[in-house]
């Protein structure tokens, strides 16, 4: 199954459906002062901004009533599909201003791919890509006062539709809603880009073969708070899952694909089998490892290989990556029965390097060689 791998457009060949958005302005708008001291230096994912975008769906209708409104508490009904049987998807993307205070987003026809990909597997109805397209831009362009600058400082972008319907039956809802949230964010973690320490859990998994593994839903990530409390009580930052069939080869993190760099500069990192997100970062950093000339493979990775090849010196850098922390060094690997420590504490220069290059792009440093970057004001 393949979404992001799709060939990019450029940042001039995509339209949107901005225009069908109905804006309704906010009574609770907060002013220029107000908003500052908000943004000045907010935890990740808790300062959220004046408005959202939202669009509506019912077998009857299809979708309808695209607007952009008030950010407020959602009127739900205790019987909501979705409260039951959670029936819902989302996507995380973010929106960077540059240096000339342009605004732009990275990739965003990627998610939209994988948002209709997971909307299918939850037996949700499908958004297209000028929707989704059309719903980010305007609720970019009318809280565009939240996009900070400066720094690794981004808007946070937090598409999701749920099952809206009010039935306690076991069946696909009949309603359906579709929501953009924009939150303005620093660097994921507060303490800057440093190496993580991972605990590797051995008695849980995140998804198998045949489930909502490779779909961006919540169940996913339900299903990985109890591991990474795990990860807490023994001092580490994150939770990393094996497979479900053999408990020996690394999938993902609770919220990020894994990379593993070897001595020799080759990098590795799991395949898609149906079990892992399909990440837009994963895809580009796998793009930009190919043409600085590393061999890139995708393939099964066992944690007997990583724990000799720390041991040994034959793995010389583990990084995760993902939207929202983007990429971050692992400097530690443990479990029950072993804990072992990444080369040089776990910042290598591969890492370095495709972080920096990364960044450069989407914030505006660097050429966009490949079209990724999506121009949104």
Not at 90 to 98: D, Q, T, V
Request: include cysteine; charge should be negative.
């Amino acid at each position: 199954m393949s979404t992001t791998a799709q060939t990019p457009g450029t940042a001039t060949s995509r339209a949107s459906a901005v225009d069908a958005f109905e804006v309704r302005p906010s009574d609770t708008a907060r002013t220029d002062a107000e908003r500052a001291a908000l943004m000045e230096a907010p935890v990740f994912g808790t300062v959220f901004t004046d408005h959202m975008a939202r669009i509506s769906w019912s077998v009857e209708q299809g979708w309808h009533d695209r607007r952009v409104e008030k950010h407020a508490p959602l009127q739900i009904n205790p019987a909501a599909a979705v409260l039951h049987y959670g029936q819902e998807v989302f996507e995380g993307l973010k929106a960077y201003r540059h240096d000339d205070g342009s605004v732009w987003t990275f990739r965003p026809w990627a998610n939209a791919a994988r948002m209709a990909t997971s909307a299918h597997r939850l037996a949700l109805p499908e958004l297209s890509e000028a929707d989704f397209l059309g719903a980010v831009e305007a609720v970019v362009r009318t809280d565009v006062a939240w996009v900070p600058s400066g720094g690794e400082t981004s808007l946070y972008l937090r598409p999701f539709m749920y099952a809206s319907e009010t039935f306690l039956g076991v069946r696909p809802s009949r309603e359906v809603e579709f929501l953009v949230i924009a939150s303005p964010v620093g660097p994921y973690f507060a303490s800057g880009v440093k190496p993580v320490s991972i605990w590797v859990v051995q008695g849980y998994h995140r998804a198998g073969p045949g489930g909502t593994g490779f779909a961006k839903c919540g169940g996913n990530y339900a299903a990985s708070l109890l591991p990474q409390q795990e990860a807490y009580a023994h001092g580490c930052e994150q939770v990393c899952f094996l497979d479900a069939v053999t408990n020996s080869e690394l999938e993902e993190l609770g919220g990020m694909n894994v990379f593993v760099v070897g001595a020799d500069g080759s990098v590795a990192t799991p395949p898609l089998n149906g079990s892992i997100l399909e990440g837009v970062t994963r895809s580009s950093i796998l793009t930009l490892l190919g043409e600085a000339g590393h061999d890139v493979q995708e393939r099964p990775i066992t944690l007997a290989e990583v724990r000799s090849g720390l041991q040994d010196g034959s793995i010389a850098e583990v990084f995760a990556c993902g939207t929202a922390a983007v990429v971050t060094p692992i400097g530690r690997l443990a479990s029950d029965d072993f804990d072992l420590t990444v080369a040089d504490g776990g910042t290598g220069p591969v890492t370095a390097s495709v972080r920096a290059q990364l960044t450069d792009i989407q914030y505006g440093r660097a050429e966009d060689r490949h079209g990724w970057m999506h121009r949104l004001l």
